[in-house]
Structures are given as C-alpha cells and as structure tokens.
C-alpha cells in the first residue's frame, strides 16, 4: 500500500495570509490527525478527523482549522498566518474503528515558513 | 494530563554496539499503549516499535526491543547492533487507550532524544 502523503511538501507565506495542507491516508484508514513540530514545543497534537467529523482537538486557537472528504483525504487550514506558525506540520492516519486504539503512520510533513 | 518525558536529549553510540535510549510517562490511566517513532533528517517519522500496557511482554521488532516497567512508568528502547541508518531523532509516544466521544486519543509525545551513530 502506498503510505501516507502530504502536499506540498514545503510552502512559504507571509504574515497575515492563509495557508491550506493537504493530506492523503493510507488506503483504507479512515481516522486523519494532525500535529505540528516546532523546535521549541515539539510535537503537539492539533486535531482528528474521523467519517469527515472532527472528533479530537487539541489547544489551538481557531485560526486552525481543518476538514476530512469523504474519500477519507484531509485538508488544515492556518488563517491570518503568524511567524510562530512556522513548523513542520504532520499528518497521521490510522484504520480509526478499532475499539482500543491503533497505531498511526505519518507522512513526510509540510514544512511551512512564514515571513 | 499525560506527559511523556525523555531526559537524553542527546545519545552517541558506535556502530555495531548497543545503546538504550530512556523515556517514563506520567498517567492515572491502567490502559494505554506506548510507542517510539524514529525521525531520520528526511523528517519521516517512522514507527519503531510498540506496546500495549495490559501486555508484560516487551515488544520486540528485530534489533529493537524495549523494557516496559509499567510500575516505574518507564519505557526504555534498546537498540542492539547499532547501524548507520540507525542515526536519527527517537520520540517516545503515549496514547490513551480510553475512548473519549468515540476519539481513541491522540498521541502525547516526549521532547525526543537525537542518536548518532560512530563509524
């Protein structure tokens, strides 16, 4: 199977503008989560999509935002970028039905610069 | 809250040698399952390896096995017959496996500890 992928893989905006990342699971997981890696605050969980419903969420402001297709793919969204929004962003995908949890397989990342 | 804790923030080790790298959790949950991902320059991050709290069996994949001390709340990888590919960022990673509004958790991860690999 082909593994999970991220598009694009580097992007660079300016203070203000907005930015969306796309993510495609592997085929057949239907659970998309999304982290951001910053050197200072590490890897911090920003949201779960699941059947196109958002059903975790961590401690972001609503600047972020994201969405899930039907065909299981997953776009974030960054609204009135910030320089402190520069980071590597990660996508996860997991089978997401499994009772007690399952493991989640990343992509290679966004890396997003904002100047 | 969970937090996950690895205090080697870096670790050296010769090729074809062993290392151990650290990691302990703090929780109140009984269930959960624990994980260490491997982040290569490429930024990919790579399951390694993985481990249910209700199993006393450490998990073991190949040269990568771990030692899960669920009193302690440790849960150190070791890393046998070092290579170097073996050269990267570790994360250790703790998920719940409580299902809160039908979310199986997501993952809380460690600061990470950076290995090298001697040739």
């Known amino acids: 199977k082909a593994g999970v992928t991220q598009t694009p893989r580097y992007l660079i905006k300016t203070r203000g503008q907005q930015v969306t990342l796309s993510c495609s699971p592997i085929?057949?997981?239907?659970?998309v989560s999304w982290y951001q890696q910053t050197p200072g605050q590490g890897l911090q969980f920003l949201f779960e999509?699941?059947?196109?419903?958002?059903?975790n969420k961590g401690n972001f402001p609503g600047r972020f935002s994201g969405r899930q297709f039907s065909n299981s793919r997953s776009e974030m969204n960054v609204s009135t970028l910030e320089l402190g929004d520069s980071a590597l962003y990660l996508c996860?995908?997991?089978?997401?039905?499994?009772?007690?949890?399952?493991?989640?397989?990343f992509g290679p990342g966004t890396r997003l610069t904002v100047l | 809250a969970q937090t996950v804790t690895q205090s080697q923030p870096e670790m050296s080790v010769q090729e074809a040698e062993t290392v151990t790298l650290s990691c302990t959790y703090d929780?109140?949950?009984?269930?959960?399952?624990l994980f260490w991902y491997k982040q290569p320059p490429s930024r990919q991050m790579i399951l390694v390896i993985r481990?249910?709290?209700?199993?006393?069996q450490n998990a073991t994949e190949n040269r990568f096995s771990v030692n899960f001390q669920k009193a302690a709340k440790s849960f150190s990888l070791k890393i046998s017959d070092s290579q170097l590919g073996d050269a990267a960022m570790y994360f250790c990673?703790?998920?719940?496996?409580?299902?809160?509004?039908?979310?199986?958790?997501?993952?809380?991860f460690g600061k990470g500890t950076k290995l090298s690999v001697k040739p």
């Open positions: 996860a995908s997991s089978d997401g039905t499994t009772p007690w949890g399952d493991t989640q397989y």
């Open positions: 085929s057949g997981h239907r659970s």
């Open positions: 999509y699941f059947s196109e419903t958002q059903r």
């Open positions: 929780t109140s949950e009984s269930d959960y399952y």
């Open positions: 481990q249910e709290a209700y199993k006393q």
């Open positions: 990673a703790y998920r719940s496996a409580l299902n809160y509004g039908g979310s199986q958790g997501n993952l809380i």
